[in-house]
């Protein structure tokens, strides 16, 4: 009887199991269908006023020539939105999107948004309307990336309210480190059995792919895991008939460098040899990690010095890279902090530098000194020689016993 039990659950697993495959494949097939649509739609337009003009069959003097020029246009733009936001997800999900956050002022990135879609509302006659709280209007986030988010929620408010409506943008505190943007339209609304599906990849609330309300289904999806990698959320509050309201919830200060690749925060093996990197620049970042990664090294990293100070008082290291010219500190004072630190006062510090001086590192201990753009061979060469003890001969530099 007990057995008996066990193949039931058993079968009662595997079925459950195989309808969430069969629902997956289902939504993935139409997904397929869709996106072949919505890309269609844009090259047909695309092939067919182009060969027009290449034919000659309209006058480069008319009105109607520079009409066509002008769908070409558009019709490429909307292709290339539809790409990137395929590419995109892909790259979210694979933790390698790069996020570069700087300083911006909110209001000047809501009027770029917004004056792009003016078009778009002025033909379905929708009054857009934007209130940005002055308590949120300067913030360190990547520019481009909001713009998407922004888009993504604006153009989708659009797409689902009726002629006639009215669309409002709004920028509100949320606490003394969050920013809160939401983007209330007067549209159809969502039922809410439909709510969770609206932030899941492939899904969409009307299917097929002559459906009233054209769209991939990614839109949001992708919003949602934008804001996500930013340590931010997404939400919605909606009713039918009467309008939805999207949201995200972002910090003010956006740290989301890690995100552009994956090995900066985790470990490639356990028990492998932990090396702090301590780099500012996104693209060294990303070639340091990967290239110790593939070594067999673990990989931390830190962007500023009171980044690398506040690791250097976590952990001991195996070994530190360490560039000396970092936004907040130069590295040689950085260098005193960690070795003050207590737990990396012995650690060998490799030092990688633009700088040529061998003045740079005078009266200060370190293992060695690599000239960028360092050499691979070079970088685990002085890791091995570190790790036995043995002191770098491959740079200038003052050297003692680390």
């Known amino acids: 009887r007990k057995k008996a039990e066990e193949i039931r659950a058993r079968a009662a697993e595997l079925e459950q199991l195989n309808r969430r495959i069969e ?104 009054f857009i309307e934007t209130e940005v709280d002055p308590a949120v209007e300067e913030l360190t986030l990547d520019s481009g990336r909001l713009k998407q988010v922004l888009y993504n929620y604006l153009s989708n408010a659009l797409k689902f309210t009726p002629m006639g409506g009215r669309v409002i943008l709004r920028a509100l505190p949320l606490g003394e480190h969050s920013v809160r943007i939401e983007v209330e339209d007067s549209g159809i609304g969502v039922a809410p059995q439909d709510i969770g599906k609206l932030f899941t990849e492939f899904q969409q609330l009307a299917g097929g792919a002559s459906k009233r309300y054209p769209g991939t289904g990614l839109g949001l999806a992708l919003t949602k895991r934008l804001v996500e990698a930013q340590g931010g959320s997404v939400g919605v509050r909606s009713t039918v008939d009467v309008g939805s309201t999207f949201y995200v919830h972002l910090p003010r200060i956006s740290d989301a460098f890690s995100t552009s690749t994956p090995v900066l925060t985790r470990s490639v093996a356990p028990g492998s040899k932990v090396v702090l990197v301590v780099e500012d620049e996104p693209r060294e970042q990303a070639y340091l990690a990967g290239l110790l990664a593939q070594s067999g090294y673990s990989v931390e990293i830190a962007s500023t010095g009171a980044e690398a100070i506040r690791r250097a008082g976590e952990r001991t290291y195996d070994a530190i890279t360490l560039d000396l010219l970092l936004p907040d500190t130069n590295g040689i004072e950085l260098l005193a902090g960690i070795r003050a630190s207590g737990r990396n006062a012995s650690t060998p510090v490799v030092v990688v530098t633009v700088v040529s001086d061998a003045r740079v590192t005078s009266g200060v201990t370190v293992h060695d000194v690599l000239l960028k753009p360092v050499q691979s061979a070079t970088l685990l060469a002085t890791l091995e020689r570190a790790a036995k003890g043995e002191m770098g001969s491959s740079s200038p530099g003052t050297r003692g016993n680390s």
């Open 23 to 126: 629902e997956a494949t289902r939504l993935k097939s139409e997904f397929l269908a869709n996106m072949s649509h919505e890309l269609r739609t844009p090259l047909n337009a695309i092939i067919g006023f182009a060969e027009l003009l290449h034919d000659g069959k309209v006058d480069p003097a008319t009105p109607t020539h520079k009409e066509f020029l002008g769908d070409i246009l558009a019709s490429g733009k909307h292709l290339l939105q539809l790409i990137n936001d395929v590419l995109d997800l892909a790259k979210v999900e694979a933790g390698k999107l790069d996020f570069r956050p700087q300083k911006l002022r909110l209001s000047t990135v809501v009027t770029e948004v917004v004056a792009i879609l003016r078009t778009t509302a002025a033909e379905q006659r929708i």
